[in-house]
């Protein structure tokens, strides 16, 4: 794998999740109304970076075996396997939370654009790196999960 790919699937990814925070900024601009909601936005900003910084140098970096068509094959059942108990396991983790906090998760979209943000910019640096099939179900169950969470059960 090439270093210069890497670091630019790196600055690519981590712009990508700055640009789309600054929009759902603009877009939730109304409900700006104390200094502790610039707080949570600017925060929200920035706290996937140090994420991908651990995606970039630590796991892509020196932990991925070589991806080869035979490892692809020996993968693809572990990473529907990942997919199908992710997705199970967020819906039920979410929904514990909202019971635990008795506060929707619409309530504090912050998290939800923190996890939507993250996974999509681990989600994208996986694939245009590694293609990791396993890392592919785990963070495709946790977008499939945040969805639908957000669109099917929290009506």
Known sequence: MKLKNL??????TTGVSIVVFIYLVFLG??????????????????FP????FFMR??????????????????????ATLFLVVTIAGGILMMQFLEFLTQKKLEDALVIAHLINSTTISSYVMNFLLYNNLKANGILSGVLM?????????SA
């Open 49 to 52: 970076i140090p994420m991908l």
């Open 29 to 46: 601009y109304d409900e700006i109304e104390t200094p502790k909601d610039v707080i949570k936005i600017i925060a929200s900003i920035v």
């Open 7 to 12: 670091n630019i699937a790196f600055f690519v």
């Open 57 to 78: 140098f630590i796991v892509i970096e020196h932990f991925l075996p070589e991806n080869t068509d035979e490892y692809k094959l020996k993968n693809q059942k572990p």
């Open 145 to 153: 999960a945040l969805a639908i969470h957000v669109f099917f059960l």
